[in-house]
């Protein structure tokens, strides 16, 4: 395994700047001191593994990335907990992710080992920017990008990795209302739905933009071949609970991202007396369920937002209130419970934290 070496000339932040950049760090307003690096070509594979100052990166602009596009990203968290510990939340998730969405892409797999050697190092050397607020964490931001000069179209033939840190601001989420867009789709069969990639994100901001135009806060995506079933939130997964008691949420079809949230909510649904069931949601019986009551609650899941309740639904010939309109109750219940794992004040009872500090 190849270790991420710290440069020992990278510039520290004077402890009071950092104290003052966390009383308002925003999100990705401030970044840690240093930034994990390592690059890739076919003849020496991954090599120059390091922590060095976060800063500008010198390239050229016929840059493979810029050109078409090949580029991937990962984010998740690192949470103190009230005795001064530092913890990761189920990294080797990310790791395998990250490596699932370079295959897609026709890039080179970051080993597991040095991506998770990358984000604990990068932690471990930045601890003073690991804020202890309510509710805020240090989000890493893992991404690799084709980094080759490169005008002909094929794979890139280098590739260069960089994890940055930011500490971040509670996000206490709004309660969202989504928008269905009559026009547009995020993935389809056989494409890049389910990788996490750059490309999908550029695609899908001008539904984002008609959502924000129609007063709603992020879109619900229907699947492109039929726009008759319930695929994600663009920057979250999707989920609704039922009178009858079960956490649903649509099965992974290739199209959808296979969130960690996602998965962590399925997985601690059983604490909260809701049976957690992933199959094929359609979106005429999503609405026929919230009018009829059927479906009590909605809600949106992501490493950013943690959980956001999902009040309404709109599309350009309806508009749909979910129960009564404010945020539900087992909704709440699995935000709390989340996030009290993460932050050490519930048992983790499925190992899925790392310390770090
Ligand atoms: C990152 C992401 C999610 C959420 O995944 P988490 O692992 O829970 O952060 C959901 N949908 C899309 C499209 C994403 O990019």
């Known amino acids: 395994m190849a270790t991420f070496a710290a440069d020992p000339s990278v510039p520290r932040t004077p402890a009071d700047k950092i104290t003052a950049a966390l009383v308002d760090p925003g999100f990705g307003r401030y970044f840690v001191d240093h930034m994990a690096r390592a690059v890739w070509t076919p003849e020496a594979g991954w090599h120059d593994h390091a922590l060095v100052a976060t800063g500008p990166i010198p390239m050229h602009p016929g840059l493979a990335a810029l050109q078409y596009g090949q580029e991937i990203f990962e984010g998740l968290k690192a949470f103190r907990h009230a005795d001064g510990s530092v913890w990761l939340f189920r990294p080797e998730m990310n790791a395998a992710r ?4 370079a295959e897609r892409m026709q890039m080179p797999p970051l080993p597991i080992s040095d991506f998770l050697d990358s984000v604990t190092r990068l932690v471990e050397l930045n601890l003073d920017w690991v804020p ?6 240090l989000y890493l931001r893992p991404f690799m990008f084709g980094s080759e000069t490169l ?3 094929r794979a890139s033939n280098e590739y260069t990795y ?6 971040v601001m509670p996000f206490y989420p709004d309660p969202l209302k989504l928008w269905v867009s009559p026009h547009y789709a995020r993935s389809m069969v056989g494409g890049t739905g389910d990788a996490k990639c750059g490309g999908n994100y550029g695609a899908s901001m001008i539904a984002e933009n008609e959502a924000h135009a129609q007063g709603c806060g992020q879109v619900l995506w229907l699947d492109s071949a039929t726009r008759s079933w319930v695929e994600e939130s663009g920057t979250m997964n999707f989920l609704v609970v039922t009178a009858d008691g079960e956490l649903v949420t649509p099965a992974l079809n290739g199209q959808i991202l296979a969130g960690i949230t996602r998965d962590s909510l399925l997985t601690i649904a ?16 999503l609405c026929a369920g919230i009018e009829s009551g059927v479906i009590t609650e909605a809600l ?13 639904i709109k599309t350009p010939d309806l508009e749909l209130v979910v129960g009564d309109g404010t945020p539900g109750t087992k909704t709440r219940e699995l935000r709390a419970h989340l996030t009290g794992i993460q932050f050490g004040t519930e048992p983790d009872l499925h190992g899925w934290l790392h310390r770090v500090g």
């Open 98 to 101: 990250f490596a699932r969405s």
């Open 132 to 137: 202890s607020a309510p509710d805020q964490s």
């Open 151 to 153: 005008i002909g179209v």
């Open 162 to 167: 960089v994890c940055l840190g930011m500490p």
């Open 270 to 285: 059983a604490a909260h007396g809701l049976r957690a069931v992933e199959r094929p949601l359609g979106f005429a019986e």
């Open 300 to 312: 949106a899941c992501g490493t950013a937002a943690v959980v956001s309740p999902v009040i309404g």
